[in-house]
């Protein structure tokens, strides 16, 4: 059972901001102050400092926050195992959106296939909302696309896969599309921000000092099905993962855009938060699941 005042440490480390946390918590500021000034003085170091009226984590600061999100993800693990009654195996994980769409159902089909008496809880969500998921403990790991800070998150790779971008079967190129910057004239589909498949895009295009706002016209769009049928339609070009279209580049409905200087790769990965003590038990499932690798 985490301390109450590590409680508040997490809200403040949440808030940035000892009177929204106050308010979150439902105590007073002095409350608040003082639940601070116990663990600084109890670990003997500042967890907080000021940059102007900003409020930020020192390292040490860092440290704690990470080690308590652990703990308290443990805490919620250990509590759910508690109260099982049955002996069944229960997992609750979760997956982005092009891993979900592409993976888990052979994934699931063999595991379950397997181990047919499990209680599989699966979220599928963008990568951001996934790492806010394994803070907070509701999900205990997560098979994702996108970056993570890899210094709070224990790790295994599950698969590379290539990064492509597409087109429809007869889309029209305003000119030919022979680099990157060719294509800045087409309307660009793309993901919703905290989207990995985004987030990779970005990147890449920062290392050439390029950005998505340098195309002529952009559309976000939360569902990668409804991006695959835009881009067949030829409504626009997209950016994603070859695995993602795998069928409709063997069908033809859509073809890979061959690009001079865009070459990517990108690593499927799952996760959990560092030092957890289910870390052994997280490293099994895993095996289990890399038996699909393609």
Known sequence: MLDFRMET???VCQCMNFTRASEQ???????VSQHIRFLEKHYNT????YEGKKLKLTGAGEILRSASLTM????LSMLSEMH????????RFGATRTVGDVLMGKILEDYLRNYPDAQIHMIVENTQELLKRLDDGSIDFALVEGFFKKNEYDYQKYSDENY????????QFHEKPETVENLFQERLLLREEGSGTREVLERCLDSQNLSIDDFRQTMEVGSLQTIRELTKAGCGITFLYEAAVKDELEDGSLKKIPLQDFHVSHEFTFIWRRGSIYADRYREIFRRFSKNIH
């Not at 500042?46 to 400092?49: A, E, V």
């Not at 308290?72 to 805490?75: G, K, N, S, T, V």
């Open 9 to 11: 440490f997490l809200a």
């Open 25 to 31: 918590l439902n105590i007073t500021q002095p409350a």
């Open 46 to 49: 500042k967890l907080f400092r």
């Open 72 to 75: 308290m993800h443990d805490e």
């Open 84 to 91: 099982r009654t049955e002996e069944n195996e229960e997992i």
């Open 164 to 171: 492509i971008g597409v087109c429809g079967r007869d889309y």
